[in-house]
T-cell receptor, first 113, second 113 residues
């Protein structure tokens, strides 16, 4: 699985958009970008995933560059409850039985009033 | 529907003992994965079971083993415990077939003294 690089920490004001970047310059054609987050003392929570098109769900938007070497997770209106460690993971499609996530250090996002 | 449940939530063991942790996946999910989280190494993939067979494996010694039952519930076992095995052990479930999202339980906090 391709390696990802994320900033160690970021701050965001409550109500503003939080834009979390991720570099994955060695991503392969069959690898997806996944985002999970882990709120203190809880198990990680799935947020969103994408292959090459931008994706949006009720939690966030995922913007993937055309060359797929980087992506940005956008939380449109951050709240205090979004304070967490955010993990960007690149992994092969689960088709064919591959099903494991390789976590990096993630980005610690602090949302402040 | 009910989420992933793990038992026990907290456990204290002595070096050299063995321990068994249990995970009940979301109803209908056939894949169960196990992860170890420590402050030093972060979140690391242990193994994944699908339809009672180990399908994916991480880089952990043979002291770490698991199994899955016909109802998809899974157990993991650590034999000859070492101080370094102190960690949060997380289990995650997914549909198992082309499933992009994994759903994590709250974890079992194991302390080895």
């Amino acid at each position: 699985d391709a390696k990802t690089t994320q900033p160690t920490s970021m701050d965001c004001a409550e109500g503003r958009a939080a834009n979390l970047p991720c570099n994955h310059s060695t991503i392969s054609g069959n690898e997806y970008v996944y985002w999970y987050r882990q709120i203190h003392s809880q198990g990680p929570q799935y947020i969103i995933h994408g292959l090459k098109n931008n994706e949006t769900n009720e939690m966030a938007s995922l913007i993937i560059t055309e060359d797929r070497k980087s992506s940005t997770l956008i939380l449109p209106h951050a709240t205090l409850r979004d304070t967490a460690v955010y993990y960007c993971i690149v992994s092969r499609t689960p088709s064919g039985g591959y099903n494991k996530l390789i976590f990096g250090a993630g980005t610690r996002l602090a949302v402040h009033p | 529907k009910a989420g992933v449940t793990q038992t026990p939530r907290y456990l204290i063991k002595t070096r050299g003992q063995q321990v068994t942790l249990s995970c009940s996946p979301i109803s209908g999910h056939r894949s169960v994965s196990w992860y170890q989280q420590t402050p030093g190494q972060g979140l690391q993939f242990l193994f994944e079971y699908f339809s009672e067979t180990q399908r994916n494996k991480g880089n952990f010694p043979g002291r770490f083993s698991g199994r899955q039952f016909s109802n998809s519930r899974s157990e993991m076992n650590v034999s000859t415990l070492e101080l370094g095995d102190s960690a949060l052990y997380l289990c995650a479930s997914s549909r198992g077939t082309d499933a992009y999202e994994q759903y994590f339980g709250p974890g079992t906090r194991l302390t080895v003294t």
